[in-house]
């Protein structure tokens, strides 16, 4: 049985982690079934907004009216979209081989446990005393198995379809749909209930479903009855919430409904590591499982999935296995985007939950009207929404819709990060007329309304 010095399981994002345990001096052995760089770097986050550029170059065409522009798109060369993307795909691996030095062996395979600190992959066995789970999520399958997971797109090997149902209302969901809509690819968005984004403060969903359902079909309460597929088609029964039901067919049908972990291929019943109800592996708040000395991190612990959390979650793993801090980590907030037309940022909580949670606080919305670069956009509908608390004026949630939310939102990320009080927002120097300059208004009108208060209290 060969010992190393740390074993990681999993090669996405914590293939970083093993070439900083590599760097140091440390024998690590890293275990992949699949391809170098995980979910993120092959199925999910990067290619995806790949595509998405397509789509929002696409989608401005489209709009191009609105700024007195006739303009029209001749023809859409999808075959080269989906052969530049794959080709991206297909060099990742290199990119993540590049990262490791000579300390670090590379297995190929599928790891499960044999006890506590004893990991098996193929054949071969071997053991440390610190071992680190980094096996993230998959899709929940589809119910026919000729439907689609986002999996499957990334990368494409199959025919590009003319028409495609989606079923599912997250963002993977909604920025599939918009990609495909905008591709002029007959797209149908599926959703059981009358929600969309769920995590979404009310008020940014009101919009988004407005300006959302402009380029995207999108049928609310509705389930998948029956699917049959014959002859490079898909022949659905549609049924409403009131039972009622319609035809519908499409040559691709595809299942965005969540994904699960994948703890159950490890064989953690021949160890003493716990999971949770829904399969996801327990751990304290120094990544630590159930097992002394065996960390999780990433999605595979089902608490943060998103991979700008679990690349933070590494990065600190990593200082606190090479002893370099013995502090926990802690997330002050956890911001997250929707790349979609329109694009969605957010940080922090609802005004939904802070009313279910008893938590005092002033909501305030504002429109991004007063900066000209705005204005040039030609659309009216971008809000920002602000959640303070009016005790000490901490933002406690900030949610915005509009052009490059996902950028503009790291202004109020900054504040948060530094010192957590909107009068910062107000009282710094904006550039005249930039795009930021939106924030200046929202943050006025949020100090306004916690003086207010202030002096009616």
Not at 85 to 102: L, P, R, W
Not at 247 to 270: P, Q, T
Request: aromatic share 8%; with cysteine; charged share 25%.
């Amino acid at each position: 049985m060969e010992k190393f010095d740390f074993i990681v399981i999993g090669a996405g994002r914590a293939s970083n982690l093993a070439a900083t345990l590599a760097k140091s001096g440390k024998k690590v052995a890293i275990i992949e079934k699949s391809t170098l760089g995980g979910t993120c770097a092959n199925r999910g986050c990067v290619p995806s907004k790949l595509l998405l550029g397509y789509a929002h170059v696409a989608q401005t065409i489209k709009e191009s009216t609105t700024h007195f522009i006739d303009a029209s798109i001749n023809n859409i060369d999808l075959e080269k979209i989906f052969k530049d993307t794959n080709e991206y795909i297909a060099g990742v691996e290199s990119i993540y081989k590049k990262k490791f030095n000579d300390n670090v062996t590379l297995l190929r395979g599928t790891a499960s446990f044999v006890s506590n600190k004893v990991i098996k992959v193929n054949d071969k066995e071997l053991t440390a005393q610190k071992i680190i789970i980094a096996t993230g999520t998959r899709p929940i399958e589809p119910e026919h198995e000729k439907a689609w997971t986002s999996d499957d797109i990334f990368p494409l090997k199959e025919k590009i379809p003319k028409s495609i149902s989606i079923v599912g209302s997250g963002f993977i969901a909604c920025e599939l749909a918009f990609f495909f809509s905008s591709m002029n690819i007959e797209t149908k968005l599926l959703i059981r209930s009358e929600n969309i984004l769920s995590k979404e403060d009310d008020e940014i969903i009101e919009v988004f479903k407005e300006q959302f359902g402009k380029i995207v079909d999108i049928e609310y309460n509705t389930s998948v009855k029956e699917v049959s597929y014959e002859n490079e088609k898909f022949d659905l029964i549609l049924e409403k919430k009131d039972k009622s039901t319609k035809k519908h067919s499409c040559e691709a049908l595809l299942y965005a409904i969540g994904r699960e972990s994948n703890a159950d291929l490890l064989n953690l019943e021949n160890t003493t590591i716990k999971t949770d109800d829904r399969g996801f592996i327990k751990r304290d708040e120094f990544f630590e499982t159930t097992v002394k000395g065996v960390y999780v991190v990433g999605d595979a612990a089902g608490v943060y999935m998103l991979q700008h959390a679990a690349a933070y979650e590494m990065n600190h793993l990593g200082k606190y296995l090479l002893e370099e801090t013995n502090e926990a980590l802690e997330f002050k907030y956890m911001p997250h985007a929707v790349f979609t037309h329109p694009e969605i940022a957010s940080v922090g909580i609802t005004e939904k939950e802070a009313k279910e949670k008893g938590i005092k606080y002033i909501a305030s919305t504002t429109k991004w009207t007063a900066s000209a670069k705005a204005q040039a956009t030609r659309i009216k509908y971008p809000i920002t929404k602000l959640i303070i608390d009016p005790d000490n004026y901490e933002i406690l949630g900030c949610h915005m819709i509009g052009p490059d939310s996902s950028t503009m939102i790291h202004q109020v990320l900054t504040i948060m990060h530094l010192n957590n009080d909107i009068r910062h927002l107000k009282e710094m120097l904006y550039i005249h007329p930039a795009l930021s300059e939106s924030l200046l208004p929202a943050a006025v009108v949020a100090i306004k309304k916690v003086r207010e208060l202030k002096e009616d209290s």
